[in-house]
């Protein structure tokens, strides 16, 4: 007899599963370690937390938790769209930006369609794909960065969509201005260019798209942002989407109609007042950066110059040097499903996390 498993959506038997950071209480766990002496440098998230202002902001919020949330997050939009000089219109929210992904996923991609992506892409990409039933296209990089010309060339009629992440994740590269300009005049005006600036606020001279936007001048451009980096958010689930009002209104039909809680809401809200607390992460973030590869170089690890808030590095078996690390209270992320079984990325901590991560590292490798 047939059982539910003839039904299910075919793409499912061949979705990549995207493997998180280990969460500080299950390390805690397996091995036996206070959660409190365990550092976590595994999600790029941000290591002073939310914005106080944020933090006061939610607990008030959730004296009201009986209500539904606005809907469309008017007030949230509205203050969004001011501080980037855009409309509230040229906007999307998501629960994250992965779900601005899967927006993308529902509106543009289906079974026959391309999506192209550079080596070493976000694991979320790939998923995406595969859960519309599209064929991911990888064009090789070159020294880990996206080849923004041959992923043009890769560019055919089946292409829906081509994914950007920059700077990228899990390389820490980024691509010039002048890579991105010739990519968005590149692509055919029918293919969805999906850039991916998570990680945006952490560079001093970012590639600014946001006149392109405002200008109206690439209607199949989409930005997606967060609140999860540079924010200290990511618990919270926010990120959002910028496009022309007509892509952004075709999004919103597949949105549900209260996607982004009240608490959330209310933190980003209170987040956007905070200018002091962007900075800081940003200062302390690069202070973190030129450390680790300071010390990189000094051990003669090869590492890849980095502009984000994370970096990689080559430690040799990736996946021992993570587990050892680990052990002893240090969370890292191994690299081999990326393709990168001898490398480890490292998000930037607090100087003292920092080298702590360092020294156990330093450690672990004069005893293999
Ligand atoms: C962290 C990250 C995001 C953010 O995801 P959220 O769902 O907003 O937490 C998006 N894209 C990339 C490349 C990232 O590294």
């Known amino acids: 007899m047939k059982d539910l498993s003839s039904r299910l959506t075919p793409f499912l038997a061949s979705l990549p599963v995207y493997v998180p950071g280990r969460p500080i209480e299950d390390v805690a766990h397996e091995h036996g370690l206070d959660p409190a002496s365990i550092i976590k440098l595994a999600s790029n998230e941000n290591p002073f937390g939310p914005s106080p202002k944020a933090i006061a902001a939610m607990e008030k919020a959730v004296r009201q938790l009986h209500l539904y949330p606005d809907g469309s997050a008017s007030l949230l939009k509205k203050r969004l769209a001011h501080q980037l000089g855009l409309e509230p219109t040229n906007l999307i929210l998501g629960n994250g930006s992965n779900e601005i992904l899967e927006f993308v996923g529902h509106v543009i991609l289906q079974p026959g369609v391309e999506i192209v992506v550079p080596e070493f892409c976000f694991a979320v990409y790939p998923i995406v794909s595969a859960l519309f039933g599209a064929r991911l296209v990888t064009v090789p990089a070159v ?7 041959a992923m043009l060339q890769a560019i055919t009629p089946a292409t829906a969509a081509v994914f950007l992440a920059n700077p990228n994740n899990p390389t820490g590269t980024r691509s010039s201005g002048a890579a991105i300009q010739s990519l968005l005049d590149g692509v055919p005006r029918d293919v969805l260019i999906v850039m991916d600036e998570a990680y945006v606020e952490f560079l001093d001279d970012a590639v600014d798209l946001l006149p392109a936007i405002r200008a109206g001048a690439y209607p199949n451009l989409i930005l997606c942002r967060t609140f999860s980096k540079i924010h200290g958010l990511a618990g919270l689930r926010l990120g959002y989407g910028i496009a022309s009002p007509s892509l952004i209104a075709t999004m919103e039909k597949v949105r549900q109609p209260f996607n982004i809680n009240s608490i959330a809401q209310a933190g980003a809200l209170a987040a956007l007042e905070d200018f002091d607390h962007p900075t800081r992460t940003r200062d302390n973030n690069r202070l973190g950066i030129a450390y680790f590869q300071q010390a990189f170089a000094s051990l003669s690890l090869p590492f890849v110059p980095s502009y984000a808030n994370f970096i990689l ?3 040799g078996n990736g996946s021992a040097v993570f587990a050892a690390l680990q052990k002893r209270g240090v969370i890292t992320r191994p690299m081999g499903g990326y393709g ?11 100087p003292a996390e920092n080298a702590r991560c360092l020294n156990t590292l330093r450690e672990i490798l004069a005893e293999a």
């Open 143 to 149: 020294d880990f960065g996206a080849n923004i010309p």
């Open 313 to 315: 590095v080559k430690t």
């Open 340 to 350: 990168l079984p001898d490398w480890l990325r490292i998000s930037v901590g607090t």
